[in-house]
């Protein structure tokens, strides 16, 4: 079945670092990929999302684009703040179900 | 606004006892979703919908049932079957048409045992 692999976190920066979170993902076809922020005590919320490949998906200073070669989805930010604290999830679309099949999530903690 | 309202934020079980679980949507969205969230891992589903009165397992569905008489809701039941409820339980919607649409998500509830 399909299946995504996220970097394991939690990923610690300081203020204005770059950031990237790798994302890997095994499907039939080409689906379309997500990510997704959870903030502490609350739902997700769509960061970005791609539907083809070589689409780049942008939102926020994220960036995110997808390597049907690579089958790659990795999250991208030049600059980080302490606001982008939070949990990251990369997703894909179950073509059938239309559900989402979720990474594991990386937890991202900016520092000041 | 349009959105996922779950209900309530915070709930508690005692042994034996079926809770229930609420969401309601106003996005006029065809399917929705429930997902159970466990700590340090990703989402993985429970149960969808894809019309009213029409729903079909996910990949975790013991211990849960659920109905879908009304196309703004969509109740998820923890019944005392499931022996491990706690966890953090998210309800999602969105169009069934396009796969390309994302899903919308509400802010969750989270369930602990007395």
């Known amino acids: 079945g399909d299946s995504v692999t996220q970097m394991e976190g939690p990923v610690t920066l300081s203020e204005e670092a770059c950031l990237t979170i790798?994302?890997?993902?095994?499907?039939?076809?080409?689906?379309?990929l997500f990510w997704y922020v959870q903030y502490p005590g609350e739902g997700l919320q769509l960061l970005l999302k791609?539907?083809?490949?070589?689409d780049k998906g942008s939102n926020k200073g994220f960036e995110a684009t997808y390597r049907k070669e690579t089958t790659s989805f990795h999250l991208e930010k030049g600059s980080v703040q302490v606001s982008d604290s939070a949990v990251y999830f990369c997703?894909?679309?179950?073509?059938?179900?239309?559900?989402?099949?979720f990474g594991s999530g990386t937890r991202l903690q900016v520092q000041p | 606004d349009g959105g996922i309202t779950q209900s309530p934020k915070y709930l508690f079980r005692k042994e034996g006892q079926n809770v229930t679980l609420s969401c309601e949507q106003n996005?006029?969205?065809?399917?929705m979703y429930w997902y159970r969230q466990d700590p340090g891992q990703g989402l993985r589903l429970i149960y969808y919908?894809?019309?009213?009165?029409?729903?079909q397992k996910g990949d975790i569905a013991e211990g849960y049932s659920v109905s879908r008489e009304k196309k703004e809701s969509f109740p998820l039941t923890v019944t005392s079957a499931q022996k491990n409820p706690t966890a953090f339980y998210l309800c999602?919607?969105?169009?069934?048409?396009?796969?390309?649409?994302?899903?919308?998500f509400g802010d969750g509830t989270r369930l602990s045992i007395l």
């Open positions: 919908s894809q019309i009213v009165n029409d729903f």
């Open positions: 791609a539907t083809k490949a070589d």
């Open positions: 790798n994302c890997t993902y095994t499907a039939t076809g080409y689906p379309s």
């Open positions: 997703a894909l679309v179950d073509t059938g179900r239309r559900a989402l099949t």
């Open positions: 996005l006029n969205h065809d399917a």
């Open positions: 999602a919607s969105s169009t069934w048409g396009d796969s390309n649409q994302p899903q919308h």
